[in-house]
């Protein structure tokens, strides 16, 4: 908001939890005054779903986003997003679902043993996010969310990344930042949220355009890009739809909230949103 009052805009908060939204979109397109030109949705994961219907209705009305309702859901759900980039071709970690505990040790094997990475579909800022070092451990988790019907994923464990990964900030398919993230002593999340540490970084053209594609094939013009370092090449970990700004901005020094407004700028000059990023 303050990049783009900076740059001469008028810059006004649209609260997710006060609309409402009926099926033909008309009382909510009809109460916003002044009609924006864009809107910069920031839809936290317990409103995801709703996120979703509030999105596609600004779609429908043709007025440009920063996030898709196709990118948003896709990237929030954290196996749906590995399934759909693997399928087009990027490499990410070894990861699988299930929901029957006769499962569990097969299962196990199949992302390559002990130690792995145990997560919850949804989440954000490195919640909820477990490091399995032992078959007790392992039973008594994945036991607890199959007996509670609650989806969760597991995962390659990445050991030579050392806890650290990258950050890529893409904005109109450009890596506009990027800083590696290294996780604080005795933990191995490297998000700057659960106390890791950022330094800005030169990223090589393969995680440069990961990173891009990436974005492109989710519809996410803006998306923090997470990658790991492993000994086979890049691997994508995450796509956050709607990434904070003050660690990369920290980091690297470099104005991410002004590159996003002149993207913005460009989008709603070109009369639209660009589909391919």
Same mark, same amino acid.
């Given at each position: 908001?303050?990049? =783009? ?17 009926? *099926? @033909? ?11 924006? @030109? ?6 936290? *994961? ?33 196996? /749906? ?23 569990? @040790? ?46 969760? /994923? ?16 893409? *904005?109109? =398919? ?12 005795? @933990? ?11 330094? #800005? ?49 920290? #980091?690297?020094?470099?104005?991410? #909230? ?9 989008? *709603? ?9």
């Amino acid at each position: 908001m303050e990049a =783009g009052q900076a740059a001469g805009h008028h810059v006004y908060p649209l609260p997710t939890l006060d609309q409402m939204i009926r *099926v @033909d979109n008309k009382r909510f397109l009809e109460g916003l005054h002044p009609r924006p @030109d864009a809107v910069i949705p920031r839809i936290g *994961v317990a409103l995801s779903g709703f996120g979703q219907i509030l999105i596609k209705a600004l779609e429908q009305a043709d007025i440009p986003v920063t996030t898709s309702s196709f990118g948003l859901m896709n990237s929030r759900d954290k196996f /749906l997003a590995g399934q759909f980039l693997a399928h087009h071709g990027i490499s990410v970690p070894k990861t699988l679902t299930f929901a029957n505990a006769r499962n569990i @040790d097969s299962a196990i094997r199949a992302v390559g043993g002990y130690p792995f990475i145990l997560k919850k579909l949804k989440g954000t800022q490195g919640e909820a996010v477990y490091l399995i070092n032992d078959v007790d451990l392992a039973h008594k988790k994945l036991g607890k969310y199959i007996r509670k019907r609650k989806p969760f /994923l597991i995962q390659q464990y990445i050991k030579e990344s050392k806890g650290s990964d990258l950050r890529c900030f893409v *904005v109109g =398919g450009k890596v506009v930042g990027a800083m590696k993230r290294t996780a604080a002593n005795g @933990d191995f999340r490297a998000n700057i949220h659960a106390g890791g540490i950022g330094e #800005a970084v030169k990223l090589s053209p393969e995680e440069r355009d990961m990173a891009i594609r990436a974005t492109k094939l989710l519809k996410l013009p803006i998306a923090g890009v997470d990658i790991l370092q492993s000994d086979t090449g890049p691997l994508l970990l995450e796509v956050n739809s709607s990434p904070g700004l003050q660690g990369i901005e920290k #980091a690297t020094g470099k104005d991410i #909230a002004g590159e996003i407004i002149r993207y913005i700028e460009k989008m *709603v000059h070109e009369g639209g949103q660009d589909q391919n990023g």
